[in-house]
């Protein structure tokens, strides 16, 4: 088989795993996420036809899920996570294998048909890589070794990937971009990905309402915090702790919900619902209908346009 698929994981220890995550969620529902992150990357790569190399963070299990007869299974080594990816790929090329591509356990947008395209990609381009909506990457794929791309560097600061495709550039190769995709690391991360997942997630509150702030630069399209999402953030904690709810539920801003043309922009979860348009006279029927008495506003909820799958985004 030439095709190698490299999978970079975390040892679920709670903890350790998700730590930005952790400090909004707390431990144990961090790593009870990320629990579902590690099954949800297995379930993808089980999927791929390729030969599967698991590179754990700590100590090698050969009881968990990644399959023995199915994953090959490694220590990761080195000092920093450029160096650990490019030990990852010198030890798959050497061993033969004619293209490579490597993927974390933090996205849950993953899919095997994105993993199938990188490789295709590959059949044409030197590198292949998958853009992170943070300005990481989720995926790297190569065909040899380019050990420059691994150079000491901040992996976990928001240029990341333009600096590996500026590394590309200046080495003359050929590259392929994937679709941007949304890792989950921090709280705000989580409106993003579990409207398009089946992501189920035990919060520390009984409902947590995200409202959009974003704003971008004078020029681009419109943005909820232009108009009153700080205001819509006060009132809904006003509201919560007025009714005494604040201890159970709870209310926060968020970045960019991608539902920019709807707005201002309100998710209300577990339920995973989204309102659009909401104004200030809409906060207090929304924490009385819909998080007191647990009947949505129906007028209030966004309806978004089918997607390829056939689903909508309201969960």
């Known amino acids: 088989m030439k095709n190698a698929l490299l999978i970079f994981i ?15 969620i707390g431990d144990d529902r961090a790593l009870e996420i990320y ?11 089980s999927k791929v036809d390729a030969a599967r190399f698991v590179f754990y963070s700590d100590e090698i299990d050969h009881l968990d899920y990644w399959e023995n007869e199915k ?18 790929f010198n030890l798959v090329f050497q061993s033969g294998f004619q293209s490579a591509v490597i993927v974390g356990s933090d996205c849950l947008e993953i899919n095997e048909k994105i993993i199938h395209d990188a490789f295709n990609s590959l059949m044409n381009n030197d590198v ?24 000491p560097r901040t992996w976990s600061q928001p240029n990341v990937f333009n600096e590996a495709t500026k590394n590309i550039t200046d080495l003359n190769l050929t590259y392929f971009v994937l679709p941007e995709l949304n ?7 989580l409106p993003l990905s579990t ?35 700080m205001e819509l953030v006060q009132l ?19 970045g960019c919900l991608d539902a920019c043309d709807y707005g201002p922009s309100v998710v209300v979860y577990p ?17 009385q209908d819909h998080l007191i008495n647990n009947k949505p506003v129906e007028r209030l909820i966004t309806k978004f346009e089918k997607g390829e799958n056939g689903n909508d985004r309201t969960i």
Do not use: W
Request: aromatic fraction near 6%.
């Open 10 to 24: 975390k040892n679920p220890v709670k903890g350790k795993v998700k730590t930005r995550l952790a400090q909004s």
């Open 35 to 45: 629990q579902q992150l590690l099954k949800h990357t297995h379930q993808v790569a």
């Open 71 to 88: 994953f090959s299974k490694y220590l990761q080594h080195g000092n920093d996570l450029g160096e650990k990816m490019r030990n990852a």
């Open 128 to 151: 292949c890589i998958g853009p992170a909506k943070d300005g990481g990457y989720y995926l790297l794929g190569m065909k040899k070794l380019h050990a420059e791309l691994f150079s």
């Open 183 to 189: 890792d989950i690391d921090t709280m705000d991360d």
């Open 195 to 229: 409207h398009n997942s089946q992501l189920s997630i035990s919060l520390r509150y009984k409902k947590h309402v995200f409202i959009c702030t974003n704003q971008r630069e004078k020029g681009n399209k419109h943005c909820c915090g232009e108009t009153s999402g």
């Open 236 to 254: 809904f904690k006003k509201s919560l702790k007025d009714n005494g709810l604040n201890k159970i539920m709870r209310a926060q801003r968020t």
């Open 271 to 287: 339920e995973g619902i989204f309102y659009g348009g909401v104004k200030p006279e809409d906060v207090e029927q929304i924490v």
